[in-house]
């Protein structure tokens, strides 16, 4: 379930002093146990009380009675922590609505110096495995796997936006990054496989350009399809970047070659562009 742009407005400043407090002791307890809670965030006992029970019934915060009486943030009390720390900043001034929903994240609209993108990245436990090698980048985090892997996996596509930028390919332009949330610049445009191209050729071209520079700067996409790609009507911007690998990856030369016939199917089914994935294969890395 996304986070509710409202339930984030609407928090109090104890809730979010209480979210901060469990965040820094989680990194010691796997549940955060009541009377250490209450110490740490130096509110009374009514007022946590309060205040937890705001933060449960927005599913922010769970509990536990056994071994002992704890609690824990869930994947809405990290957002909403980055969310909120984002607002703090300066970075976003008001949360807009919900824009996109994936298997692992959810894009906002926000306001932030024009519009931008907010994308939470929340990855659980399964895909955690492919990360689980490069555990010692937050070992803090080890109990929680989630937290690890999702600001982890937010980081990895912050770094490529970064870098792809900086190269000339044409990516959201990366704002900030908090947590398991990356601010980016919104494109006002919509994904290739809703749009119906009047200069097909054109994109197509623009699309292997692009995937040319990335493979030269070392980024092979990973997950390269008519939906990871949006157009305006003037551009062509490739979106969705956290799974990134480096052309030295051993399975990158059959990886690139998946990214590849997926455009190449898309516009030969959907535009009879005819192009061979062999020819296509060659103009990225000939
Ligand atoms: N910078 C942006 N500006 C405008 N819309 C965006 C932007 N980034 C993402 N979107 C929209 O949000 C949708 C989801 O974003 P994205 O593809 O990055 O993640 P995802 O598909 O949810 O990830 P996953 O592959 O884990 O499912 C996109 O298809 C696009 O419509
Ligand atoms: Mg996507």
């Known amino acids: 379930m996304p986070i509710s742009p409202e339930d984030i407005r609407s928090l109090h400043k104890y809730e979010t002093l209480i979210l901060t407090t469990l965040e820094r002791l989680m990194k010691r307890y796997t549940w955060v146990p009541d009377d250490i809670l209450r110490k740490s965030s130096d509110l009374s006992l009514q007022e946590m009380e309060y205040r937890l029970g705001h933060l449960m019934a927005k599913d922010m915060v769970k509990s536990s009675s056994v071994p002992y009486k704890g609690y824990q943030l869930t994947f809405s009390g990290y957002d909403a922590l980055a969310i909120s720390s984002l607002v703090k900043k300066g970075t976003i001034s008001a949360l807009g609505c919900l824009i996109g929903e994936g298997k692992e994240s959810a894009v906002y609209e926000a306001l932030g110096t024009g519009v931008v993108a907010l994308k939470v990245h929340r990855v659980g436990q399964r895909s955690f495995q492919s990360v689980r090698l490069n555990r010692s980048f937050m070992p803090e985090w080890n109990h929680f796997p989630w937290i690890f892997a999702s600001t982890y996996s937010a980081k990895q596509e912050f770094e490529a936006l970064k870098e792809l930028r900086k190269g000339g390919v044409n990516v959201p332009v990366p704002v900030t990054i908090n947590r398991n949330v990356v601010a980016m610049s919104f494109i006002a445009g919509v994904n290739l496989h809703q749009s119906v191209l009047e200069n097909p050729k054109e994109v197509f071209d623009a699309i292997f350009e692009n995937i040319k520079k990335a493979y030269n700067l070392g980024f092979i996409h990973n997950d390269l399809s008519e939906f990871n790609v949006m157009v305006d009507g003037k551009d062509v911007w490739i979106i969705d970047w956290p799974q990134w690998i480096d052309p030295s990856h051993p399975n990158a030369a059959e990886i ?31």
């Open 256 to 286: 690139l070659k998946r990214d590849i016939d997926n455009i190449v199917n898309y516009f030969s089914r959907k535009y009879s562009i005819s192009c061979t994935s062999d020819e296509a294969y060659k103009m990225v890395v000939g």
